[in-house]
């Protein structure tokens, strides 16, 4: 690593990381450590800080019926993702990655394509996709049913969740089969040829060599979805905010209704700093359980 | 042998069925809203689906030329903004990428690991100090109120990125550029920086796809109309045309443009970051 360049000056870090940590501090750390700091108050972000509430907010977090609710939609959320999205994004992996398929290519380029579009823009053509009056869900509906019975997807509080989930899917899932390919890449094909001559079937390459040398990527598809399951903001801002009556919120547009809204920065820095320690416990917990094999 | 080829003729038309099926999900929706700006609101209603018979050029066009929206305006921001965070990343991300891959300090694994907090602090977390702290620095509605703050919160990924593809390059290579009397800026400058065009181009794009598609930044720190990127300018269109789905479609159509031209013409690079395939060079 030392490569005869000598001992480093401090003014060579400092110009090289000195841009960085300030950059860093005051924009990501700062804020943060003031969010904690703010969680103790209640304070509308003007004037002085003075209203302490010790651990109140908190307390009101964990009674606040909304917080629950748009914590278990976020948990839905999570167990949407490993249980349906993630299996498809390897299935369809497993299809795509071999290249003397024709039209693989096509195919991988195309169905990673949602990944790339915003999801402000995603969520607004969703919008019309299951708009009551035009969308394709109406029209199709009209083929089974009569067209006014049409369902107001995003309108009704049973049904909007289900609805913002499948742009959820239709939006991340090619970010999964992408990361799974090149995972799938990795594996020696040799390994694969040395399974099948001595006879093991489909099934039984997958599950002992497929599987386990994918297990790098399926770690890091797994977190992914994970962290952003619980970051979920913009899609569900642009399919109607989270509303009707909270049926599709989730704990980061609460929290930007408390906050910037309502102009309730303390309880909004509580619900920041609970977010905060939910994406710890379970990185600490991934790390340990998860990741465990590979150290 | 016989029956073998007939299952792989029906697992192959399984595949296909697959295939087919997630191609119409994905395409149907963009190929509604690309035809959907060539549509009256009458025939939308009445055939969202089909082709638009007749074609109204109206719609895209009064976008493009005339006073409908503001495309133009707004997609200028967002490229603005776009090369802004590009900018800033690229230069803070290689100083501080170079600094922690090659060179022996003290604190140098303290330094990375602080920056891996990052990891921990999504942006959300931030979000409501951060906007008090741009307006005790006056960069609300400024464009480096948006820029700092993404690429502040980008870095810790680029950073990661350019650290393990600097810290590949061998070490022989320093120890020439030492008796050829290179120092260190000049290491980094003549010999890494021409090495690394692909981690470049990684880092590049995917701060720019980021950005690009960002709506939480801007939407905390524009107030003012005539700073808004395309993801604002879409929400805030459907507000003002909120029954006109033609115009919406069209205006979202164009604002999906660039981002898939980006996508296009930069697939290999965005991959290659996603997949930790940038650092295996």
């Known amino acids: ?295 | 042998m016989k029956s073998m080829k007939r299952k792989k003729i029906l697992v192959d038309t399984g595949k296909y069925l697959i295939c087919a099926a997630m191609l119409l999900m994905i395409g149907v929706p963009l190929y509604i809203s690309v035809m959907g700006g060539f549509k009256s609101v009458g025939q939308l209603r009445a055939e969202p689906i089909g082709f638009p018979d007749p074609f109204e050029w109206s719609q895209y066009g009064n976008m493009l030329v005339g006073k409908t929206g503001k495309f133009w305006s707004q997609l200028l921001n967002s490229v603005i903004i776009a090369a802004g965070t590009v900018g800033v990343v690229l230069v803070v991300g290689t100083f501080a990428g170079y600094a922690l891959a090659r060179i022996k300090f003290r604190l140098n694994k303290a330094i990375y690991a602080y920056f891996q907090l990052g990891f921990f602090f999504p942006l959300a977390v931030a979000i409501l100090p951060l906007y008090l702290q741009l307006r005790k620095m006056g960069l609300i509605d400024k464009y480096f109120g948006v820029i700092l703050p993404q690429a502040a919160f980008g870095l810790v990924m680029m950073l990661m990125l350019l650290r393990g593809f600097f810290k590949a390059i061998p070490n022989e290579l320093e120890e020439a550029a030492a008796i050829d009397g290179y120092g260190r800026f000049g290491f980094l400058f003549n010999i890494v920086l021409p090495l690394s065009t692909p981690i470049l181009a990684t880092v590049s794009v995917l701060t720019l796809v980021n950005s690009w598609n960002n709506f939480f930044t801007p939407l905390l720190v524009f107030n003012a109309e005539k700073r808004y990127t395309l993801p604002m300018g879409v929400m805030n269109f459907m507000g003002q045309y909120a029954a006109d789905w033609n115009l919406i479609l069209a205006f979202l159509t164009l604002a999906m443009v660039p981002a898939v031209i980006i996508y296009i013409l930069c697939q290999k690079y965005i991959v290659a970051g996603l997949t930790g395939g940038a650092i295996k060079g």
Not at chain 1, 32 to 53: D, Q
Not at chain 1, 67 to 94: D, G, M, Q, R, T
Not at chain 1, 240 to 253: F, H, R, S
């Open chain 1, 1 to 295: 690593m030392h490569g005869g360049m000598g001992k480093p000056s401090f003014l060579t870090l400092a110009i090289l990381l000195g841009p960085a940590l300030i950059l860093f501090t005051l924009l990501v750390i700062v804020p943060v450590v003031e969010a904690a700091v703010f969680s103790l108050y209640k304070w509308n972000g003007l004037g002085p800080m003075v209203n302490f509430r010790g651990l109140q907010n908190y307390l009101q977090f964990f009674k606040d019926a909304i917080v629950h609710k748009a914590l278990l939609h976020n948990l839905i959320i999570a167990v949407v993702s490993l249980a349906i999205e993630l299996p498809l994004a390897l299935l369809l992996a497993l299809i795509v990655c071999d290249t003397r398929f024709k039209g693989a290519m096509f195919f991988r380029t195309f169905f990673f394509l949602p990944y790339v579009l915003s999801e402000v823009i995603t969520g607004v053509l969703w919008q019309f996709i299951y708009h009551p009056q035009y969308g394709l869900v109406r029209a199709i509906w009209g083929l089974f049913a009569p067209i006014e019975t049409a369902p107001t997807l995003l309108g009704n509080p049973s049904t909007v969740l289900g609805a913002i989930l499948v742009v959820i899917i239709w939006k991340y899932f090619g970010l999964h089969m992408t990361i799974y390919i090149a995972g799938l890449q990795d594996i020696p094909k040799e390994q694969i040829e040395a399974a099948r001559i001595d006879g093991a079937s489909a099934w039984q390459i997958f599950k002992s060599v497929t599987l386990p040398g994918m297990r790098t990527s399926i770690q890091l598809s797994v977190f992914f979805s994970m962290i952003g399951s619980f970051q979920v903001f913009d899609i569900v801002w642009a399919m109607g905010k989270g509303d009707p009556v909270n049926a599709g919120e989730t704990i980061v547009t609460y929290m930007y209704k408390i906050g910037l809204q309502r102009f309730n920065i303390g309880y909004g820095g509580t619900i920041a700093v609970c977010i905060f320690f939910i994406c710890l416990v379970f990185n600490v917990f991934y790390q340990k359980f998860l990741f465990r094999e590979e150290a």
